[in-house]
Nanobody
Framework: QVQLVESGGGLVQAGGSLRLSCAASSRTFSTYAMGWFRQAPGKEREFVAAISWDGGRTYYANSVKGRFTISRDNAKNTVYLQMTSLAPEDTAVYYC????????????????WGQGTQVTVSS
């Protein structure tokens, strides 16, 4: 079992940057692959980025590739999402999630979710 708490969301102008953090309350955090998903109003929750348990592999949605960077610090039980060149279409609630499987791209593979943090990008 792992509990996840996101932080770092807020209001930013287009072209700006934000860094999201997700703190995990598990002694076995380093055994979980971690993902970030987002959900805009009226839309399905979609995959944004994921990182393997050791940070050695990262995965990105095409829409954020080159702009977002996922990383983790296993000593701090924390995963990050650095977001740059933000655009209004990035506006959404961002969720972090944890999984013990290798299917890191699929929402259904993640049994553990945080409560989400709102990111709003103004034009």
């Amino acid at each position: 079992q792992v509990q996840l708490v996101e932080s770092g969301g807020g209001l930013v102008q287009a072209g700006g940057s934000l860094r999201l953090s997700c703190a995990a309350s598990s002694r076995t955090f380093s055994t979980y692959a971690m993902g970030w998903f987002r959900q805009a109003p009226g839309k399905e929750r979609e995959f944004v980025a994921a990182i393997s348990w050791d940070g050695g592999r990262t995965y990105y949605a095409n829409s954020v590739k080159g702009r977002f960077t996922i990383s983790r610090d296993n000593a701090k039980n924390t995963v990050y999402l650095q977001m740059t060149s933000l655009a209004p279409e990035d506006t959404a609630v961002y969720y972090c999630a944890a999984t013990e499987t290798t299917g890191v791209l699929a929402r259904a593979e993640y049994p553990y979710w945080g409560q989400g943090t709102q990111v709003t990008v103004s034009s």
